[in-house]
């Protein structure tokens, strides 16, 4: 997965769908994200250098029509200081929990791209 955000931004917020794989109760992960901690962190690809690590995140439901299955979020808004150096970025999610630790995402490794701006976000004149 691919994220896109520019140098010294706060959105759009990052944010991963909770998804139903069919290894485990969709209904029981739910109940078990509802009792658990979940961080955010994320390291420079070109160095290794960690850049957040184990921020506090939420999670939201998406609001659907009755009788759909329920869908949930996991967000993480950042900072001005988590977006003021361009770069490449690996993030991941920590669920966390007494019956252990899950990293997400499983399947595929998430990115950050935090790509330079042409605008000043202090004007000058």
């Given at each position: ?8 931004a706060?959105l759009?917020v ?6 139903k ?21 994320m ?5 290794g ?14 609001d ?15 900072t ?5 150096t ?29 790509q ?10």
């Amino acid at each position: 997965m691919e994220f896109f955000i520019k140098k010294n931004a706060t959105l759009p917020v990052l944010k991963m769908q909770v998804v139903k794989d069919g290894r485990a109760g969709y209904q029981q992960l739910m109940e078990t994200l509802e009792v658990s901690s979940i961080y955010f962190s994320m390291t420079n690809t070109s160095n290794g250098i960690p850049k957040i690590i184990d921020a506090p995140c939420g999670i939201v439901p998406l609001d659907l029509p009755a009788g759909a299955p329920p869908e949930y979020y996991i967000y993480f808004q950042f900072t001005e200081r988590d977006t003021n150096t361009p770069g490449r970025y690996a993030g991941e999610f920590l669920i966390r929990n007494d019956e252990g630790n899950l990293i997400l995402p499983i399947r595929d490794e998430l990115y950050i791209n935090v790509q330079d701006s042409f605008s000043s976000v202090d004007p000058c004149c």
